[in-house]
């Protein structure tokens, strides 16, 4: 990455949210990079020419529903091209975003989105439903493009819209009660649209077993609640290269809770929502692929 192309990357960082990996900071071979990560992160954004981009993630695209956006941008930041997974993985949604936040042109191709059309995976996204099988998406963005009329409950194409559970990490202080878990759980999950009824499981460091609101929270709400040790937290941690807070580091032995317990739950899965403070208490929250 070039010198323009790093400060590129760090005022995206900064206003959007993400992790900067920068050739000669924290990796040396870019192929070898993207191996490791493609199936970690909701969403990759490369900062190079698009040949560079679409030879890097080839040998690695399964499907469009379940590989992360990805984007690229040139050094300058003059366009956000949503390359990869415009719709289920929300790389349209996100090059908006970052064209926003950036004053650049966003780049997007996708046939419904060119014509002014609501697309149906682009709307199971955005509901929290995975669209299956991908067939049916293709005949029925095919049909809405034609200008026909779509039915939820008939036709010969059947599509269907399975709901994603929500998996809820927390970290909160000392004493936190229960009511204020339970908002800041809520407003997480507000922040991705969706109702806190999704979360199905929670989970936190060891070291808060004890803690009774959040345990007490995990009784009224009906919910398992998983508790890993430091030592579980730290191997997320350094798989995915989180970022740590020295202050909780001090307190509980590992600089990141919230995102490296919900990490420790599931393989596979990916963030709805980063690591986000509300006042005390610390939450993020993965879908449950």
Known sequence: MTTPGARLADKISEKVGGQVFAKGRNFT????????????????????????????????IVSKLSDPAVLVLDERGQNVISLLSGHVG????????????????????????????????AVASKLGLLPEPKEAIKAINAAILRGEEVFVTAGD?????????????????????????????????????QPIERVKLLASVDVKRDEVGLVSLAEVMGLEIRFFTAADLQKKIDEYNLAESRFVKRTVSVGNVCEAAALCCVEGARFALPKTSFKGVTV???WER
């Open 284 to 286: 993020a929250l993965l």
């Open 29 to 60: 071979k870019l192929p070898d990079l993207v191996a490791e990560i493609f199936g970690k992160f909701d969403g990759l954004i490369f900062i190079c020419a698009a040949g560079i981009a679409v030879r890097m993630i080839a040998p690695h």
């Open 90 to 121: 929300r790389a349209n949604e996100l090059a908006i975003e970052i064209a926003k936040a950036i004053e650049a042109n966003p780049v997007i191709t996708t046939a419904t989105d060119v014509e002014g059309q609501l697309s149906v995976d």
């Open 157 to 193: 194409v059947r599509l269907n819209l399975i709901p994603q559970n929500l998996i809820a990490g927390v970290g909160c202080r000392r004493g936190t009660s229960s009511l204020k878990i339970f908002e800041a759980l809520q407003r997480a999950c507000a922040m991705i649209h």
